[in-house]
């Protein structure tokens, strides 16, 4: 992604639309600095939630929000409330988080009704986010009628994975008919961290070889060289790969056939069951990593044993993706428990000195919350935490299009 032009002036709003919720950020795209940002959740309940921070404090309502569009009003209300009309905050571009791209989207886009009906139409392959990204951009579009509104797509990062990495061995004419192929998420994330660990580094991307672990709620791994995916964990869905919150990652298809055979599941039912009731959140009861740990703390059994099973996974992709990029330079870590948890970097690393990699303890405990190294000097591998800032990179390249 080319950074923009320091001369433009002005603020991108950045939107994320799930199907309950909204979140927002305002940025200025050459300082990164965000004036604002917030949340609107619980959308289409009796009582929904608004939490807005802006420079001078944290707002909070707790008021019923039937759909989208008064979600929207409520936020763009909240906007100018901060003493300035947003024609002067300077808004110059929309930037929509977008989550199914399918083979049709591969970089930033500028929206009219044809890529709205078009994402759409990828919602067979992403029934849980598209519609909602879809309702997000006509809603927003409205709204703002007069800037641009660029839509960055999750999948488009990983659109040239090579073939024996994005294809399953699955008969292919069916593949063919219906875009079966593995497709990849998070992107946004994996190529700003990548980006950002070369210049930590101070090293050439293109001479680089990184594996990035995004451990947030959702959680994926990507093996990038020369700052190009080769591989990732995600694949046709955001189900498949690392262990995550609620949703189980790899699991033999056959377990599908089976829950519906022996348990009598419908494929909705098992739908659920896998992205919603899985992960950490099956295995112990809680899908949020700190409450996690804390049952860990208290000598709760299952909880240990999803965390073992959390950490097994990462190490499993670790050692693969070593070994496609054929040695790696750097591994970094990102994501709200990557970038926080002590635990999970000391443990996916452990015991591997023998391949050059040796996590640091005094540098992985440090207090910090920036751009980091943690391994050893020792260490042949570097390992990095590196904080993603997907809106930051969605803000970037919609103000390409302010300029135009
Ligand atoms: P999302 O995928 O929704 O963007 P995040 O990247 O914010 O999620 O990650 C959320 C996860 O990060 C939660 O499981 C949360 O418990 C975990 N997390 C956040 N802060 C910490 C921390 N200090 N220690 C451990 N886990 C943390």
Redesign the pocket.
């Known amino acids: 992604m080319s950074s923009p032009n320091p001369a433009t002036a002005g603020t991108v709003l950045v939107l994320n639309s799930g199907s309950s919720s909204i979140k927002f950020r305002l940025i200025e795209p050459e300082s990164g600095n965000s004036p604002a940002h917030g949340l609107i959740e619980r959308i289409g309940e009796p009582e929904g939630r608004i939490v807005f921070h802006h420079t001078t404090g944290v707002d909070e309502r707790n008021d019923a929000i039937p759909d989208h569009r008064t979600g929207l009003r409520a936020m763009l209300e909240m906007l100018e409330g901060l003493g300035r009309p947003l024609h002067e905050v300077g808004i110059v571009a929309v930037g929509h988080r977008l989550v199914h791209g399918g083979k049709v989207f591969y970089e930033p886009t500028l929206i009219d009704d044809d890529v709205v009906r078009a994402v759409d139409e990828l919602s067979v392959l992403a029934p849980l986010h598209n519609p909602a990204n879809v309702v997000g951009m006509e809603v927003a579009r409205e709204e703002l009628p007069e800037v641009p509104h660029v839509g960055v797509f999750d999948t488009a990062f990983f659109h040239g994975l090579p073939a024996h990495a994005s294809t399953y061995a699955i008969d292919r004419d069916v593949a063919r008919k219906y875009d079966i192929r593995r497709y990849g998420f998070h992107g946004t994330s994996h190529e700003y961290v990548s980006g950002r660990a070369a210049e930590f580094l101070g090293r050439d991307i293109a001479k680089l070889n990184l594996i990035v672990l ?6 994926s791994a990507s093996a990038i060289a020369g700052g190009n995916p080769i591989d990732t964990s995600m694949g046709l869905t955001p189900l498949e790969g690392l262990v995550m ?1 609620t949703r189980s990652g790899d699991i033999d298809p056959g377990v599908v056939m089976h829950l519906n055979r022996a348990a009598g599941l419908k494929v909705d039912a098992i739908d659920d069951l896998l992205n919603r009731h899985s992960g950490l959140k099956g295995l112990s009861g809680v ?7 804390k049952l860990v703390g208290e000598g709760d059994e299952d909880a240990r044993l999803a965390y073992d099973v959390y950490v097994h996974r990462i190490r499993k992709y670790l050692g693969a993706y070593t070994f496609e990029l054929g040695g790696v330079d750097a591994i970094v870590f990102t ?3 990557g ?3 002590v635990d999970v970097r000391r443990d996916s690393l452990a015991g591997l000195d023998r391949l050059g990699i040796v996590v640091d303890d005094a540098r992985n405990t440090a207090d910090g919350d920036g751009e980091r190294r943690i391994s050893a000097d020792s260490s042949h591998v570097e390992v990095l935490v590196i904080p ?1 800032n997907e809106e930051l990179a969605i803000a970037r390249a919609a103000v390409q299009f302010a300029r135009r």
């Open positions: 995004h451990l947030g709620n959702g959680a919150g899908n949020d990593f700190r409450a996690l740990l994501g709200g428990v970038e926080n948890n993603t």
